[in-house]
């Protein structure tokens, strides 16, 4: 099982202090054993390949993972990056292919491309930038995209310093891209009592994407949610607006359900993603509750969890605890 913590948005944080968070956030991460950390990207934050290196040199294992967006470079450039951060740090990074983003962000950048072909487009795309890191023969591809001819990357990559890869399974046709390009599919995971596990369809390893408080009670973690995320009227229509301009169907699968909170009877709640505050649902609940429901994300075969952005060190130490007694459970 790997767990990936997730880096601060450059938007969210004052840039005098922004690099002392991400080291901050990455050290906390590294210390709570974690695998990686995802590192966002997008027409309104910082680079995330200047925030990689930032954490690659202020930790000694911690893995980010950078998202790539094949509207910002081609792939010899993220191959060219990859294997720059191998030879200079001996250290392995993991990518997580973006066949989307905000709509008026691609429409910016001249890119009109509809939401399957876009998945087909970064398949391509994936598998130069695989080639170019594995393959010591120079790479030739006539695509329907992408066209290189005779392109050898130098300096080679270690073997055991090949990136990993995930990429959204939310849909059919991110699940076929998973397959397509051996990447871990990322989803949104359902509350358990509807959640089907991991689709048939799928080639290789599945993961979910989910922020988790919990407690020794009910109270004090619906109390620690409430504090961190309250009703915001200006970021529920934020994400109304944001919806609408979204072909994202995992948007819309999380938008369509009910919001929850301490009065239901589930700790799934979203609260937090229909106010605009994260992309992704949270349990909220005792140990017990939410260990019981991270071990049935693993009964269900999800092999690797993406946390939401740390709150603090004693948030991870928190969160530390519930996977400690999930793994219990679910071996048991």
């Not at 590294?30 to 680079?47: A, K, M, P």
């Not at 120079?138 to 130098?154: E, H, Q, S």
Request: aromatic share 10%; hydrophobic share 40%.
């Amino acid at each position: 099982m790997k767990i990936f913590s997730t880096c601060p948005q450059s938007k969210d944080v004052d840039s005098t202090i922004y690099r002392d968070r991400v080291i901050e956030v990455a050290k906390w991460s590294e210390r709570f054993g974690c695998e990686g950390i995802l590192v966002y990207t997008d027409n309104g934050i910082v680079d995330p390949w200047e925030v990689a290196q930032i954490v690659v040199e202020n930790t000694e294992t911690l893995s980010p993972l950078v998202a790539v967006q094949p509207a910002y470079m081609h792939p010899y450039t993220v191959a060219k990056k990859l294997s720059t951060f191998a030879y200079l740090y001996g250290r392995r990074l993991w990518i997580n292919m973006v066949a989307g983003g905000f709509v008026n962000d691609l429409l910016a950048l001249g890119d009109e491309t509809p939401h399957d072909e876009r998945y087909d487009r970064l398949v391509e795309y994936t598998l130069i930038v695989r080639q170019l890191l594995q393959n010591a023969e120079p790479v030739t591809v006539d695509g329907k995209y992408y066209t290189v001819k005779n392109l050898k990357m130098a300096p080679p990559i270690r073997e055991d310093l090949v990136p990993g890869v995930t990429i959204s399974g939310s849909s059919d046709a991110g699940m076929a891209a998973a397959a397509a390009i051996d990447a871990v599919a990322i989803r949104y995971p359902k509350p358990p009592d509807e959640e089907s596990g991991v689709p048939e369809e799928a080639q290789g390893p599945v993961g979910v994407r989910v922020g988790i408080i919990a407690r020794e009670t009910n109270e004090e973690a619906w109390q620690v949610a409430l504090a961190r995320f309250p009703e915001d009227r200006k970021g529920q229509l934020t994400h109304q607006m944001a919806m609408k301009s979204s072909d994202s169907l995992w948007h819309k699968q999380l938008s369509e359900r009910p919001e929850g909170g301490p009065q239901a009877a589930s700790p799934y709640w979203l609260g937090p993603f229909h106010n605009y505050k994260t992309f992704c649902p949270y349990l909220v609940g005792t140990y017990d509750e939410v260990s019981n429901l991270i071990a049935s994300y693993i009964g269900f075969g999800f092999e690797t969890f993406i946390l939401d952005i740390p709150d603090s060190i004693e948030e991870l130490e928190h969160i530390s605890k519930v996977f400690d007694q999930a793994r219990v459970v679910a071996t048991a």
